[in-house]
Structure formats: structure tokens, C-alpha cells
């Protein structure tokens, strides 16, 4: 009996203290944040993941314990519009993931896609994403409006041009 209790503390032990490893991160910006998803070889916990944005530097912070990742690898990462910079730092028993964003931050969610896809969703502050969203129908406007004028435009065109074809197969 203690021998079959000795094996299963073992096992248990090994299962515990496997380290999870980060494979590849994406990173996508969008109207109201950046979405980092971060591809590992097991699923990560969400007890082994936290979050914090530094405001003075603009600087988020991204801690994943018992997790290792090739930093070389992982800092070549593609950087989207919205990113000033991306820093993967490896610590004793933790991975760290450092964003440096033009926009600063106003909070962190994590949930899983999958059993080896955790995504990270950095959200924007609501008044910025909001006026995102004005600039964006205020551009959309103003290319109808450009659009409107050259269809315009080329109606004239194309009428003075009608005329004159129109006149010259009256003279003819």
C-alpha cells in the first residue's frame, strides 16, 4: 500500500511540475486592443497566467509560471500596426512576455481557444475605442463623398462627350 502511494505522489509530482513550452506567439491589434494568442506544447492554466500594464512606460507585462520558450524564436515574433515593441524575457520558473504599445491599456482577459492555444486580449480604454470607431466612419464618409464627386465628374464627361458625338453625326 505505501508503495502504491509512493508511486501515484511521484507521478503526480512529475505531472505537476511539467513545464509548459511556448511555441509561437501572434499578435493582432484591433479597434479595441491587441489579441496575443500564445501556442504552447500543453495546455496552460489559467491559474499559471497573469497580466499588468505599466502606464508610466506603456508597457504590458504578460507572466505565464512554469513555462519555458525559445526567446530568440519568440522576440522575431511579426509585430502588428499598434506595437512599438515586443521583449520575451526567461526567468528561473516563469516566461514573460513584455508589449510596449502605442495605446495604453485599461485591462487583461485570458481564456483558451483550445486544449494549446491561450489567448491574452488587452483591452483599450472605452473612450479611445470609441473614437476609433467615429474616425473610421468619418473616413468612411469622406471616400463616398470623394467618390460621389468623381462619378460626377465623369458624368459631365461623359455627357459633353455624347453631345459632341451626337452633334457630329448630325453634321455628317
Known amino acids: ?20 513550452n511556448i511555441e509561437r506567439i501572434n499578435i493582432n491589434t484591433m479597434q479595441n486592443g491587441v489579441t496575443i494568442n500564445i501556442v504552447s506544447d500543453i495546455k496552460i492554466q489559467r491559474s499559471q497566467i497573469t497580466g499588468w500594464y505599466n502606464p508610466s512606460t506603456s508597457w504590458s507585462y504578460i507572466t505565464i509560471f512554469n513555462t519555458v520558450g525559445n526567446t530568440d524564436t519568440l522576440n522575431k515574433s511579426d509585430l502588428d500596426e499598434g506595437i512599438a515593441d515586443l521583449e520575451i524575457i526567461q526567468l528561473d520558473e516563469s516566461l514573460q512576455i513584455g508589449i510596449r504599445t502605442i495605446s495604453s491599456i485599461k485591462g487583461f482577459e485570458f481564456y483558451h481557444d483550445s486544449d494549446y492555444l491561450m489567448t491574452a486580449s488587452l483591452r ?44 457630329n453625326i448630325i453634321i455628317n
Request: no cysteine; aromatic share 10%.
Open 124 to 167: 483599450y480604454p472605452i473612450d479611445q475605442s470609441l473614437a476609433f470607431i467615429d474616425k473610421k466612419e468619418v473616413d468612411k464618409k469622406t471616400k463616398w463623398s470623394f467618390a460621389k464627386k468623381i462619378l460626377s465628374e465623369f458624368n459631365t464627361i461623359f455627357t459633353l462627350i455624347s453631345a459632341i458625338v451626337l452633334m
Open 1 to 20: 500500500m505505501v508503495r502504491i502511494s509512493l508511486r501515484v505522489l511521484i507521478m503526480l509530482s512529475i505531472v505537476v511540475a511539467q513545464k509548459s
